[in-house]
């Protein structure tokens, strides 16, 4: 029939087993019509009869999009919100292409992920890692044999480290500079963990540093309990891989720090939205 072509059962069909994609000539030439294509949306609405089946696949061609017929029509095919587009220049989409939530090949084969389809990852500095300051807190015994950094109600414990920018980093988005730490008595009063910080990207000058702290947020009440608790969102803009946050983290003297206990910090982070498995080049994306 004009307009498309048909193929035979991708899942029974030997005879088009390891046929690659570019070979449509070649594979639309199979006996049988489970799957067909179709050059465009004028074809498709031509489809005769015949090939319309429960599940059948259609492919069209000038959009990319597989459709499937639903016993009234040809629908979009959604399995797992998945599209297919058409492999333009080279580079490969899938996902919600028009709405920009897609992951894509590019020619090299490298992966990229746009919209919706980034994810996130966490640059993790122990807190034995970091090195105390002017008012260091103590080495103490956290639980049993495990010791740690203990920062004291009423004091202006500080620990001091840096980061760099990871090679999966999206370039010119914000950070997320957060603490995980555990309170040492049952006391549910607010406590205020903060951080300084300085950021610049490599041939950058580090600017004056700024001061933050973190909203009063009730401790958890209970002795060892793990607690997360964010601190500040770093602009990420003009940010590139191999940046450097060089950072003071501290808790608060008093004030709207109101929790009695003592509390062990474990972990500084940044969470950071990821578009790469890495970057092109050693000091590029």
């Not at 799957?35 to 599940?55: E, H, N, R």
Request: overall charge negative.
């Amino acid at each position: 029939m004009a307009g498309y072509t048909a193929i035979a059962n991708l899942e029974t069909g030997a005879s088009v087993r390891g046929k690659i994609n570019t070979q449509n000539t070649e594979l639309f030439a199979e006996n049988g019509k489970s799957f067909i294509t179709v050059a465009d949306a004028a074809a498709l609405a031509a489809v005769p009869a015949a090939y319309k089946s429960a599940g059948k696949l259609i492919l069209q061609l000038d959009t990319g999009i597989i459709y499937r017929w639903t016993g009234a029509a040809f629908a979009e095919w959604t399995t797992g919100d998945l599209e297919l587009a058409a492999v333009d220049a080279g580079i490969g989409r899938f996902g919600d292409i028009a709405g920009g939530d897609y992951s894509e090949f590019e020619p090299t084969g490298t992966y990229k992920a746009n919209g919706g389809a980034l994810t996130w990852s966490d640059l993790i500095v122990p807190a034995t890692n970091l090195r105390p300051g002017g008012t260091p807190p103590a080495f103490a015994a956290f639980n049993n044999g495990i010791w740690g950094f203990r920062f004291d109600a009423g004091s202006s414990d500080e620990l001091h480290g840096a980061v760099e920018l990871q090679h999966d980093y999206k370039e010119g988005t914000d950070l997320y500079f957060h603490v995980h730490w555990s309170p040492t008595t049952t006391n549910t009063g607010n406590i205020v963990w903060g951080c300084e910080y300085s950021v610049a990207k490599i041939g950058n000058t580090f600017p004056a540093s700024t001061s933050q702290s973190g909203t009063p947020t009730a401790a958890p009440g209970v002795i060892n309990r793990h607690a997360i608790y964010s601190i500040v969102t770093i602009s990420g803009a003009g940010l590139t891989i191999g940046s450097i946050v060089t950072f003071r983290v501290f808790r608060q003297n008093g004030g709207t720090d109101t929790f009695t206990g003592n509390a062990f910090l474990h972990s500084v982070g940044i969470h950071y939205q990821s578009d790469t498995l890495g970057s092109r080049s050693i000091s590029t994306k």
